[in-house]
Nanobody
Framework: EVQLVESGGVLVQAGGSLRLSCVASGFTFDDYAIGWFRQVPGKEREGVSCISASRGIARYADSVKGRFTISSDNAKDAVYLQINSLKPEDTAIYYC????????????????????WGQGTQVTVSS
């Protein structure tokens, strides 16, 4: 059974940092691209970052470049999202997702490209 489990979401003050974790099981981790998305009530889920570690690819949405860092530990089947200089607008539920067939020299930015999803972890940034 494919599973993605996110953790690390907390209530944090603006300007702070946190690290989200996504641990995968039930599939060959190296073959997939992993994406991080976030969603606030009433808005569409948006991609913030993705990684295909086996191909040395990492991407970021323009809105988070310079503050978010994605990394992976293939030995642990885990992907991390380090978020620095948190802003109230970063408040959202953060989801990780796995893409079985990522683009050749890229990783997916769209919800529709991903095959498996975690349940999400809540990040709340207070001003």
């Amino acid at each position: 059974e494919v599973q993605l489990v996110e953790s690390g979401g907390v209530l944090v003050q603006a300007g702070g940092s946190l690290r989200l974790s996504c641990v995968a099981s039930g599939f060959t981790f190296d073959d997939y691209a992993i994406g991080w998305f976030r969603q606030v009530p009433g808005k569409e889920r948006e991609g913030v970052s993705c990684i295909s570690a086996s191909r040395g690819i990492a991407r970021y949405a323009d809105s988070v470049k310079g503050r978010f860092t994605i990394s992976s530990d293939n030995a642990k089947d885990a992907v991390y999202l380090q978020i620095n200089s948190l802003k109230p607008e970063d408040t959202a539920i953060y989801y990780c997702a796995a893409d079985k067939f990522p683009p050749v020299q890229d990783c997916g930015r769209e919800v529709s490209e991903y095959d498996y999803w975690g349940q999400g972890t809540q990040v709340t940034v207070s001003s």
